[in-house]
């Protein structure tokens, strides 16, 4: 019988340099292996709360967009065009409550 977690892989300093560091950008992209990022982990011990975080997000994002009014900061900012079209200063936003 082999014994595995979620907690031993995102804490492995083989792949995640300075594990302890809260570093979230870590989990962009791919990772540095595969099922190196298991957030909710897999096969019959899925997390059963894995449903409702997506269901909160989903909230959370209807929120900003409908009760937040969004403003660029840069408002010509320019697009760099690589493999995808990108924004050159990261696109940054003011967010300021609606009015009701």
């Given at each position: 019988m082999a014994y595995w977690s979620v907690y031993s892989t995102h804490k492995n300093p083989k792949y995640f340099p300075d594990p302890e560091k809260f570093d979230p950008s870590r989990f962009e992209g791919k990772g540095p292996a595969?099922?190196?990022?298991?957030?909710?982990?897999?096969?019959?011990?899925?997390?059963?709360?894995?449903?409702?975080?997506?269901?909160?997000?989903?909230?959370?994002?209807?929120?900003?967009?409908?009760?937040?009014?969004?403003?660029?900061?840069?408002?010509?900012?320019?697009?760099?065009?690589t493999s995808f079209a990108m924004p050159v200063k990261g696109l940054p936003v003011l967010l300021q409550p609606l009015r009701n």
């Open positions: 595969p099922y190196t990022f298991v957030p909710f982990g897999g096969g019959p011990f899925m997390c059963a709360g894995k449903e409702y975080a997506r269901l909160e997000i989903l909230v959370f994002m209807h929120n900003l967009v409908n009760r937040v009014k969004w403003e660029k900061v840069i408002p010509n900012e320019k697009i760099m065009y």
